[in-house]
């Protein structure tokens, strides 16, 4: 399983930004029901957990990103999406997607989100 996150960039506080995942090398119906989710590591910091979709649509958040980020997962595209909204500086941090599939944790590679003030 091969994870390719993008989307990441620049934003100022207030804005909004979509990060984007892709699973490779990995069949539909595993993905269909494997756990994917976001993960962020900022400087200094331990990774945590943003948000993760698990394979029957149910979602958790945590509560930093609670009312502003909203994950979906497209099993056709083998996608998962989170949409971020009213980002402020505390989110600059490195994005992970994340994906557990029987057991087994995948990392993708990161995509850097900085939110300027």
């Known amino acids: 399983v091969q994870l390719q996150a993008s989307g990441g960039g620049l934003v100022q506080a207030g804005g909004s930004l979509r990060l984007s995942c892709v699973a490779q090398?990995?069949?539909?119906?595993?993905?269909?029901?494997?756990?994917m989710g976001w993960y962020r590591q900022a400087p200094g910091k331990q990774r945590e957990l943003v948000a993760i979709i698990h394979g029957n649509g149910d979602t958790n958040y945590a509560d930093s990103a609670k009312g502003r980020f909203t994950i979906s997962r497209n099993s056709a595209k083998k996608t998962v999406s989170l949409q971020m909204n009213s980002l402020n500086p505390g989110d600059t941090a490195v994005y992970y997607c994340?994906?557990?599939?029987?057991?087994?944790?995948?990392w993708g590679q990161g995509t850097l989100v900085t939110v300027s003030s």
């Open positions: 994340y994906m557990l599939r029987d057991g087994t944790p995948y």
């Open positions: 090398r990995t069949i539909l119906s595993s993905f269909s029901v494997a756990d």
